[in-house]
């Protein structure tokens, strides 16, 4: 098994736009940086040539301000905050991205090859940077 603690914020892949001439570019451009921070720590792994894989990501998104007190409390959330992101971005759009980002850092050969997929999206506590811990395992 393999283990990567990504940093950054974790940005879906989601629709592509058309700017002509046949192109087609992605509509945010916070992905490209994502899988560049996801690829960067898998480079950083020798990964086994498995033929199945399985992944697991838990990604830690940035709490926003308006989940916080305010004054001398500021440090404390709100009783009526939530405890799951439970808004954009889209799971299903992070592990695309994700998942691209491990390609391209070797982790495996084709993202067909996972097999198994168990992810969840979390608010990141006070201490924490957003970002991911991702484990890269085989199965059988």
């Avoid at 979390?122 to 059988?140: K, N, Q, T």
């Amino acid at each position: 098994m393999i283990e990567i603690d990504v940093i950054g914020t974790p940005a879906p892949q989601g629709s592509k736009r058309h700017v002509g001439g046949g192109r087609m570019v992605e509509s945010s451009k916070k992905v490209k940086p994502w899988r560049a921070a996801i690829s960067a720590e898998a480079l950083n792994h020798t990964f086994d040539p498995w033929t199945y894989v399985a992944v697991r990501a838990v990604f830690r998104l940035k709490r926003p301000k308006s989940h916080y007190r305010t004054g001398k409390f500021a440090d404390q959330l709100k009783p009526d905050a939530p405890v799951y992101p439970a808004k954009y971005p889209d799971l299903d759009k992070l592990c695309r991205s994700t998942l691209d980002g491990l390609k391209a850092g070797g982790a495996f050969e084709d993202d067909a090859q996972v097999v198994k997929l168990y992810a969840h999206k979390v608010y990141a506590s006070h201490d924490e940077e957003p970002g991911a811990r991702i484990r890269v395992y085989p199965v059988l």
